[in-house]
């Protein structure tokens, strides 16, 4: 049989508030447990909570840019469950009247079309505090400091149809919660985690089948390998005549599988209702025109406009708008060397093999846009060749040098264009090599082309690498021609 | 001293007739000598309540005293105060020693106001006798076999008692107001978010309020004006100007118009409070109000739906008595699960563990439609019969309570309990305020005269119940215990 997946996810985004959503506590990772975490986050008795305005500007902004519906009025809820790491007994969150309706997101294939993934509705919530169960002996640790961490969780409808289209939708996500600024989208320190939800049905089916949910992967990675092997799983399972049931399940990246964690039977009951400490939240026209004329340049226009603006290719254009590091790098370079072209080969080519390399994110390159696009503009005024342009890259990639003049002047590159001290050049080699002339002299005429080569080779080498190649190759030519 | 009014011990210790030393001092004893027959306080803090005064009467020295600098001053267990144990009556929080002050305290103590110490109350303000407290019942100054009303009971008897001049009470479904009736005080309910709730224990989230409770209404004035006002703490607290509530407190009540709801005046009223209240509002009518009959047609779905809201509500907020990271936890828990179960198991007490029960109940999946919408639906129209019946009169009037004060263990039905409160409750619901003020007297027990208002009407309410304290004398009984035990 034909099977057809379908996959719908849950991403919480961390957004990067100053302090937390309901209280003043500072949101910074990696500080000592319980150090950031004050009497509202501890859930003390008689405490209440103040909504962070900053995460709601931030929820609004990802709304406006997925073309969301914001509704007017929003409300708070309370998921009410009982664990450790849970120290009110409920978590504040929004089930009725989200903050964010209807949008949709563009994600782009491999193959360089693009889908619309339909957002169901986002919502602002409270993150929970840890559980620490190394470090203590038969017993379990609570660290409250990501207690209360402002989330946004975006929740697609399901239609994605494989798992490169959900890696591809996560990653969307990622580019346009970063383009916004409102999340590092750190997914290692768990800025953004996704749930996804995986059912597989025969082809033509209109009815979904039975779902399952894996819970909090966190890793573009992960997430493929995830589907990969849940889809696997499922319609194993129903061929072998078994049934799905709906659930819950853990991937395990070590072992590369999904695990039950717990069925709907055991599922919570969450009795949701409106939170009474907080009053709803209204957001009038002026306010969402304010915060749309802030909304930055987006990853979707900007791929549209490097195509149609500079030219590039789908493929050029989808990788260089990804980020909006990588974005505004490219950008930087295409500013200062005029172009755009040049500069995406550059980008994509020699800056991004380096990076790679040194596992360097383009925020950390060591050299920088303004550098990258001098050397392109020396390239393209004819004042270095290819060559020569590779071995400035590297000089400033070492940091030997504040720009691509600099390095040109002190290394010695510039190209050498003087016809006079080409002949020249070519005169001595000539003279030197009787051999290779009197073989090229014996040679079948359509083998000569080839030849010709050994003697740019010395020519090149003579001038250090400066020569102007072309130049080179001509008057060569002509001049062993000249002695047949 | 201790048979003078708030009013009148500050102006005492403004001419110098007493200091605060004294003043705090004389109460001290007072409770040390007959707080063991009446139970109305959990915690004393008589050292720092001195050093309180001290600094209060260097203040006043110093010349920068203000009116309520040097006045003692009782607190309901509810409040947090810092480094104080803040138990609500509960034996889950027996060993809470709060590490904050909420705000309300904070700004009594900005005032110079002196605490005298926490007073017993209902567990988690749940209860309308003081008979639900892990600390025991507190008794009824007035006859020590009948219950001061709950939930503030603690603050309404210690203030009757004269243990103490003032106190802070908090009102979820008439938790000052029907004590204050039942002790013959007088206590305000202000309008929901015109007090902040930052720091006070939480019940019922969208119902509780803070107010004060004192022998007068000129009282209750003055400590409105330190108490109310705007909190960034607080969400629901409303940013709304605070005027001065002893300002218009002798405004003439010519032309006021009275409502007296036809469902206030119905079954189950006993006889004698019907009389108190109606030659109340008899007085008022010499003073120059007119009178109606008003209906409020949603009373009596009141009570279901507070027993509903109320109870969902709380069984959310009381989810943080875990015992995982304060309060009561079990000896030696087994696993999670057991910690959790024995930790609450102990801690809560009946009624408490009741209402979580009903909340759960009421919340959970397939009910919630059924109940605590329908609940929240029948809010609003009691909310609005309150506000159609304000677009005819300018306040409401009827009694606190059906009854006086009943006797110790007399109501073991806890729906017989709930009823008490079939005249306060709505108001809460509304969020509008209510004052008590004494009116007379039923088999020997004090009367309260209830008087409502519409959202932020407070100055006009201590105004009409000020006006008839000038015209009777019935706030200024004491009980015979007051000069008996001290």
Known sequence: MQWETVIGLEVH????????IFSGASTAFGAEPNTQACAVDLGLPGVLPVLNEQAVAMAVQFGLAIHADIPEVSVFDRKNYFYPDLPKGYQTSQMYHPIVGAGEVEITLDDNTTKCIRIHHAHLEEDAGKSLHEDFHGMTGIDLNRAGTPLLEIVSEPDMRNAKEAAAYLKAIHSIVTYLGISDG???????????????????????????????????????????FEVERQIEL????????????????????????????????????????????????????HLR??????????????????????????????????????????????????????????????????????????????????????????????????????????????????????????????????????????????????????????KRGKMIGYFVGQVMKASRGTANPQQVNGVLKAKLDALL | MHDKTVTQLAAALKSGEFSSRELTSHFLQRIEQADGKLNSFITVTAEQALKQAEAAD????????????????????????????????????????????????????????????????????????NENSYFGAVKNPWDLSAVPGGSSGGSAAAVAAGLVPAAMGTDTGGSIRQPAAFCGITGLKPTYGRVSRYGIIAYASSLDQAGPMARSAEDCAHLLNVIAGHDVRDSTSVARGVPDYTETLNAPLSGLKIGLPKEYFGDGLDPEVEKAVRDAVKVYESLGATVREVSLPHTHYAIPAYYVIAPAEASSNLSRYDGVRFGHRCDAPADLIDLYTRSRAEGFGEEVKRRILIGTHTLSEGFFDAYYTKAQKVRRLIRQDFLDAFEDVDVLMGPASPTP?????????????YLQDIYTIAVNLAGIPGISVPAGFAAGRPVGLQILGTHFAEAQLLNVAHQFQQATDWHLKLPAFAEENA
């Open chain 1, 13 to 20: 985004v961390q957004l990067a508030t100053r302090s937390k």
């Open chain 1, 186 to 228: 750190n997914m290692a320190e768990g800025s953004m985690r996704c749930d996804v939800n995986v059912s597989v049905r025969p082809k033509g089916q209109e009815a979904f089948g039975t779902r399952a949910e894996i819970k909090n992967v966190n890793s573009f990675r992960f997430v493929e390998r995830a589907i990969a």
């Open chain 1, 238 to 289: 129903i061929e072998d005549g078994g049934t799905v049931v709906q659930e819950t399940r853990l991937f395990d990246p070590e072992r590369d599988e999904t695990r039950s964690m717990r069925t709907k039977e055991e599922a919570n009951d969450y009795r949701y209702f409106p939170c009474p400490d907080l009053l709803p939240v209204v957001l009038d026209q002026a306010y969402l025109e």
């Open chain 1, 293 to 446: 004329s802030q909304l930055p340049e987006l990853p979707a226009d900007k791929r549209a406009r490097f195509q149609t603006e500079l030219g590039l290719s789908a493929y050029d254009a989808s990788v260089l708008s990804a980020s909006r590091e990588m974005a505004e790098f490219f950008e930087e370079v295409h500013r200062v060397c005029g172009d755009a072209k040049q500069a995406a080969n550059w980008v994509q080519g020699e800056l991004a093999g380096a990076l790679n390399r040194e596992s360097l994110s383009i925020q950390n390159s060591p050299i920088s846009a303004q550098q990258l696009g001098g050397l392109i503009s020396r390239v393209l005024d004819d004042t270095i060749n290819g060559k020569a342009a590779k071995q400035v890259f590297q000089a400033l990639w070492n940091g030997q040098g504040s720009s691509a003049d600099e390095v040109i002047e002190a290394k010695g590159l510039k190209q050498v264009t003087d016809t006079g001290a080409i002949e020249a050049m070519i005169d001595q080699v000539i003279a030197e090599s009787p051999a290779q002339v009197a073989q090229y002299r014996d040679s079948e005429p359509e």
């Open chain 2, 58 to 129: 260097q203040l006043r020295a110093a010349g920068n005293a203000s009116a309520l600098t040097g006045i003692p001053l009782a607190l309901k267990d509810i409040f947090c105060t810092q480094g104080v144990k803040t138990s609500c009556g509960s034996k889950m929080l027996d060993n809470f020693i709060a590490p904050y002050n909420a705000t309300v305290v904070e700004k009594l103590s900005a005032a110079g106001t002196i605490s005298l110490g926490k007073t017993n109350m209902d567990e988690f303000a749940m209860g309308s006798s």
């Open chain 2, 405 to 417: 004060a009943f006797d110790l263990g007399a109501k073991k039905d806890p729906v017989s309990m």
